[in-house]
């Protein structure tokens, strides 16, 4: 029998943005298992938000994540909407499926780079956040903050958007096509990051389905789901775009469906300017109560379906108030993607679902055996990068090609 | 299938199952169903009707522990919701996990935070809270009272806001 070791990856971990704590069971270089813990991040949010009242819930809920902050207060506001018959006003809705698109580009762009970086592609990384910082630029100009934007409110939106600002947000927004046609490019030409991320981490239509897997992991393996489309929300059901799927489930075709759904959004994005320009009015149906009841609020967030229940008791507060972010279906799946892969490879599997950035590096790999440390954070991002190298020497390719006129 | 089609041949196959139908709006739809059904109706719902589980959410309320299973139709923008109560003083139901991978994790969550024992799940351990979390104590419970380490009873904000 081989020598199984474990490899914990975390509890903070050097690769995502939560404190979550992977155990690589390796014999070898083979990862045989996976187990996942989490929890380290954990804050009470659901029994906190039974203390707030409603335009309070909305704050509270947008600082569950630094990234999708505006994932979850759409889906809260949806859910009080939906509890309580709340009218929102058209215009609102533009400007709510705007301000989403347009954070799924920079969720996707922070995504695109940091694959780029596990895989040994800095210039992929630099350069993606580079635009990202012109997603945000957009962000500022709209709602006077590059992140946490504090838009969403019960009834409507907190700001609208000025009729002297569109011009100047659709250049802006214009002005993504070219990088992102760049790392479209890049991704689909490069023969390099095509080895490294082809049939890796393969997650099947029917393990989709059995782990109820959401968002792009889903869509990537073929699973057509999209709440956006499904459930139609803000102004999806009233523009024109389309759903984008591929069909192995691999790292790479994952990679593919963020990039293509970045156009996607820009199209969105395009189509709620130009009707900003013809539905006028307010942006604020103004509710003054929540009547008793219970309400469900959908919304796709950059990484798949976020759901908040909400049941209201005619008070000023929820009496329940449940989050369920889209990591809670996709993470699970991991122990599906690695199993049978090298640990140089765990790394961009274990990142390729995208759950949700924002901790210190802190890995160690122990033998359990004599508990001497054999791999540090550093060392397995080198062991990621030094496989992209080698496989570049063989190939006798150079690294993506980034022409930047 | 439409969402007219949803509701009746939900109301068709769950039959006897149902003890309350409520239809809130067209796109959603409440029912409640016996503890003891519920791996039936979960059977049904994923196997039969394709649907897509959501989450499930667990409330504790006056007359006894609650829990909503949330499931989606994509096909026709509708969410029902499958409501069970649970005698507060032993909450106990069959765990679904064996039958359906996507709900391992939430049926863990909510045995960490309402106490509810799950039957027959494959692997019923810590989720959220720490591993030596005391046993007994459930913080989404009503009559949960936070304590420091050193015993002494915390405020919460809404305690304080109770007082105000």
Not at chain 1, 188 to 203: E, F, H
Not at chain 1, 328 to 337: G, H, L, P, S
Request: glycine share 6%.
């Amino acid at each position: 029998m081989s020598k199984r070791s474990i490899i914990p990856i975390g509890p903070y971990h050097a690769l995502q943005e939560e404190p979550e704590f992977f155990k690589l069971h390796v014999e070898g270089e083979k990862v045989v298992g996976l187990d996942i813990e989490l929890g380290y991040n954990h804050r009470g949010i659901e029994k906190l938000s039974e203390s707030k009242h409603y335009d309070q819930t909305v704050f509270l809920v947008e600082r569950i994540c630094g990234i999708c902050s505006t994932s979850h207060p759409i889906a809260c506001v949806q859910a009080i909407e939906d509890a309580g018959d709340i009218e929102v006003p058209e215009r609102a809705l533009y400007i709510r499926s705007i301000i989403g698109e347009l954070e799924r580009i920079h969720s996707h762009m922070l995504w695109l780079g940091l694959a780029g970086h596990f895989l040994g592609f800095n210039t992929v990384w630099m350069w993606a956040w580079r635009h990202r910082e012109e997603v945000l630029n957009v962000f500022e100009l709209i709602t006077g903050n590059r992140n946490h934007y504090a838009m969403m409110k019960a009834g409507g939106v907190r700001r609208d958007i000025k009729a002297e600002d569109i011009p100047t947000i659709k250049k802006m927004v214009a002005d993504l096509k070219a990088p992102l046609t760049l790392f479209k490019k890049t991704v689909a030409d490069d023969p390099v990051i095509q080895a490294r991320t082809k049939g890796v981490g393969v997650l099947s239509a029917q393990q989709v389905i059995d782990y109820a897997a959401l968002g792009p992991t889903a869509r990537a393996s073929g699973v057509k789901i999209d709440v956006r489309r499904d459930h139609p929300h803000a102004a999806y059901g009233l523009v024109d775009w389309d759903v984008i799927t591929a069909q192995n489930g691999d790292v790479f075709d994952k990679a593919v469906v963020r990039i293509l759904e970045m156009f996607e959004s820009i199209r969105i994005i395009e189509q709620c300017l130009d009707k900003l320009k013809t539905v006028t009015g307010s942006v604020d149906s103004n509710p003054k109560e929540v009547k008793p009841g219970e309400g469900v609020g959908l919304y796709e967030a950059p990484r798949g379906e976020v759901f908040h229940y909400i049941r209201s008791d005619g008070t000023n507060r929820p009496a329940r108030h449940k989050v369920r972010a889209p990591s809670f279906m996709n993470v699970i799946t991991d122990r599906e993607a690695v199993i049978g892969h090298t640990v140089a490879d765990a790394t961009i599997i274990l990142a390729a679902v995208d759950p949700c950035y924002c901790c210190t590096e802190r890995m160690a790999a122990v033998d359990v055996y004599s508990g001497r440390r054999v791999f540090t954070a550093a060392d397995m991002i080198k062991c990621s990068q030094q496989k992209t190298a080698e496989l570049r020497k063989k190939l006798g390719a150079h690294g993506p090609k980034l022409n930047i006129a | 299938m439409n969402r007219e089609q949803v509701a009746a041949q939900v109301k068709q196959i769950l039959g006897e199952k149902i003890i309350a139908f409520h239809q809130k709006s067209d796109r959603r739809i409440f029912l409640e169903v016996q503890s003891g059904d519920i791996l039936e109706v979960t059977r049904i719902l994923f196997h039969d009707l394709k649907a897509r589980f959501h989450i499930a959410s667990g409330v504790d309320t006056p007359e006894g522990i609650e829990i909503l299973y949330h499931w989606a139709f994509d096909a026709c923008n509708c969410v029902l919701t499958v409501r069970t109560k649970l005698d507060r003083n032993k909450p106990e139901i069959e765990s679904c996990a064996p039958l359906y991978k996507a709900m391992e994790w939430i049926e863990r969550e909510m045995w960490e935070l309402l106490g509810i024992q799950f039957k027959n799940h494959p692997d019923l351990r810590h989720l959220l809270l720490k591993d030596d979390w005391p046993a007994g104590k459930y913080p989404l419970r009503r009559d949960y009272l936070p304590e420091a380490a050193n015993g002494q009873k915390i405020n919460l904000p809404a305690d304080e806001a109770k007082n105000e």
